[in-house]
């Protein structure tokens, strides 16, 4: 408190030495000191009244009544400029909270609307945060990081002096200058004419990656690719080119160009090695987290979890030490001037790490690391430019007359809506799935009504051109990351429904009995998932199948499983729904490996549950190309080669039997990691 706090804090020692001046009056008395101290609150007219005053500012309410001019003369006490200076904290607390929400409108950020159990201070609530956090600065090498107050690289300081909130300017300017300049990068990207076969696996990632997971912002990477800038590195090019190998080192025009490179493999020996080796003398950036990331998703596909999950907590702690989970243009100290490509990649790269880490916590079974706080990067993507491009199937051919017609890549709001709904998962991880949390039945039930709202206002609130309609699937397949947006969406309507069919009757509260709806829930997200994923291969091929896909084919799989196990009439629908699933996903192993050990978990419930594997196991005469533009039926493109998804259904009728329920409620609750014992086996 300052000086002049102190002197209007104690009035009546003020107003005793003017007394001794005039009139050598007598030092007061407790008893007026104490009256003293209860006129403060009063105004001139009630204190001469000698009535009680309200105190109301800037009249009280007797003075309005009366109709009086109401002053106040004396200085308030102590305590009630104590009351007032917390309200002022709380009122400025509630004034940033505002203008964060402001910053990030639930048209272009919704993540934020979404509420988080990490997200607020040990009390639960945020008031005072922005101001007693220390912002971002530079480290002794001139990197950006952050370090709290009782780290070894700060000093104390008192909470006044802790870096200021900067106003942020979303302003046109700064939009306007980063989509000139990625349009500019992609005209330069051509005239480079970067060889074979390196322009071909990048364009593999461009198109099939990129566009959901984010986690390279292309004008930058391309630019300095040229000039040896930051926001390049041989270990992230050589990480993108053994991931996107991946997927296509069987297609005729790359595979000889691969084989001086140990048919690809030789970049990632690559990119492992120099990974340690700026791990090793620290230098590390941004590239070296895209790297990690990158490497993380190779291992989870290849089913090594341990080297996936190692790789995935560097990445974030790197985020972390970087200052990358922080907003740079709020809370930044004053020498810190960053240019608006760099707040893009830093906001960019914290929301594809959030989405990252949520799905290889779904993967791996692992309880998620990242969270969104009061000072997390907003979700805002100021360079839209790739929203509108043009994409197209890169690397595949079609029959002649059945070419994939482009079509507009909405890869930005795809990405905006993805981190949105990760973060409407996240909620689902935390409190039904968290393996090191235990969790009541109320608050399973809790989460099941509160995100099951979120996740109906989500679908509700999809722009319709990043919405499929599995009872009305459009002509041509959408591009793959809408697809991928759209599976996992079922995925996750499952994995929140599906735990409350193991539930346990209750006989004596009708509350505790299985609803069927949640069962019809879980039945239509699988049936859905299996028509878009037919869509999907019938148009792409099983090469391009990314493990987000395969998953949900699994997470259906799970639910055609229940069904077999809990009826002993069995419907020729599930039964055909479970033999595609197990033939896609006897596909999609060759490309992700860690597919196999999840459909082995499957054929062993299978067998127990006595089904003749023999025409599940089944595959059709394969051959290599083409494939076709989706709308075969019509076109009379022959689909031998592919297995076929029954027609989608209406879960509505079907007829839910009390035994069925109590077969679910003698089974074991399931996993949602994959692989890792996520098929229910009878206790």
């Known amino acids: 408190m300052n000086n002049l706090d102190q002197t209007d804090a104690v009035p009546f020692k003020a107003d005793q ?364 993507i100021m360079d839209d430019s790739a929203e509108d491009e043009l994409w197209l199937p890169h690397g595949l051919r079609y029959s002649e007359g059945q070419e994939y017609p482009a079509t507009q890549a909405r890869s930005v709001s795809c990405f905006t809506q993805m981190c949105r709904l990760s973060a409407i998962f996240n909620e689902i991880l935390i409190h039904i799935y968290d393996p090191l949390r235990s969790k009541t039945d109320q608050e399973v039930e809790d989460c099941l009504i509160r995100e099951g709202f979120a996740m109906r206002q989500w679908w509700q609130d999809l722009p319709s051109p990043l919405k499929i309609d599995a009872q009305a699937l459009p002509e041509y397949c959408p591009p793959s990351h809408i697809v991928t947006l759209n599976c996992l969406f079922h995925t996750f309507k499952i994995l929140l429904y599906r735990p409350m069919l193991f539930k346990r009757p209750d006989p004596l509260n009708e509350q505790g009995t299985p609803d069927p709806a949640h069962f019809k829930e879980c039945l239509g997200s699988a049936s859905s998932i299996i028509a878009i994923f037919d869509l999907f291969c019938h148009a792409f091929g099983y090469s391009r199948v990314v493990l987000s896909l395969a998953y949900s084919v699994y997470t259906a799989a799970s639910i055609y499983l229940l069904q077999i196990q809990a009826s002993s009439s069995r419907e020729d629908y599930t039964l055909e729904s479970m033999r595609f699933c197990v033939q896609a996903l006897d596909r999609v192993k060759e490309s992700s490996p860690v597919i196999g050990e999840a459909l082995q978990l499957i054929i062993r419930a299978l067998v127990d549950a006595g089904i003749d594997l023999s025409s599940m196991l089944e595959r059709p005469q394969s051959r290599a190309a083409p494939y076709s533009p989706t709308n075969e039926r019509q076109s009379g493109f022959s689909r031998s080669h592919l297995p076929q998804a029954p027609a989608v259904f209406d879960p509505d009728g079907i007829n839910f039997t009390p035994e069925m329920f109590a077969t679910f409620s003698s089974l074991e609750p399931m996993s949602a990691a994959v692989g890792g014992g996520g098929i229910i086996m009878p206790t």
């Open 17 to 380: 030495a003017k007394g001794s001046s005039r009139h050598m009056a007598p030092a007061p008395t407790p008893s007026e000191v104490k009256a003293k101290k209860k006129s403060a609150f009063s105004c001139e007219p009630c204190r001469q009244r000698k009535v009680k005053c309200g105190g109301e500012r800037p009249r009280c309410g007797r003075c309005s009544g009366r109709g009086d001019e109401c002053v106040y003369k004396l200085s308030p006490t102590l305590s009630y400029t104590t009351k007032l200076e917390k309200k002022v904290e709380e009122l400025e607390a509630a004034l940033r909270r505002a203008q964060q929400s402001a910053q990030a409108p639930s048209a272009t950020s919704p993540v934020l609307s979404t509420a988080s159990p990490l997200s607020s201070t040990a009390d639960g609530t945020n008031h005072g945060f922005g101001a007693a956090f220390r912002g971002l600065g530079f480290d002794a090498k001139g990197a950006i990081t952050y370090h709290g107050s009782a780290s070894l690289f700060q000093l104390p300081s008192r909470t006044e002096e802790a870096s200021t909130i900067v106003p942020v300017n979303e302003g046109n300017s700064g939009k306007e200058r980063l989509v000139q300049n990625a349009w500019e990068q992609r005209a330069l990207e051509v005239l480079a004419e970067t060889p074979e076969p390196f322009q071909y696996l990048l364009n593999n990632h461009w198109c099939w990656i990129q566009p959901l997971f984010n986690f390279v912002y292309r004008p930058a990477f391309t630019r300095d690719m040229q000039r040896m800038g930051q926001y390049y590195s041989h270990t992230l090019l050589n990480a993108m080119l053994g991931h996107s190998v991946r997927w296509c080192r069987r297609e005729p025009e790359i595979r000889h160009l691969l084989e001086p490179y140990d048919g690809g493999e030789l970049f990632k020996r690559h990119a492992r090695t120099l990974l340690f080796e700026e791990i090793s003398t620290g230098n590390c950036g941004i590239p070296t987290i895209q790297t990690l990331l990158l490497l993380s998703a190779q291992e989870c596909s290849a089913g090594n979890k341990t080297s996936a999950i190692l790789y995935c907590r560097m990445a974030f702690s790197l985020l972390d030490e970087m200052g990358i989970t922080i907003d740079v243009q709020r809370y930044a100290s004053g020498s810190l001037q960053l240019s608006d490509e760099d707040i893009e990649i830093r906001r960019r790269l914290f929301w594809s790490c959030y989405f990252w880490d949520k799905i290889v916590s779904l993967y791996l079974g692992r309880s998620p690391s990242l969270s969104h706080t009061p000072v997390s990067p907003p979700q805002i």
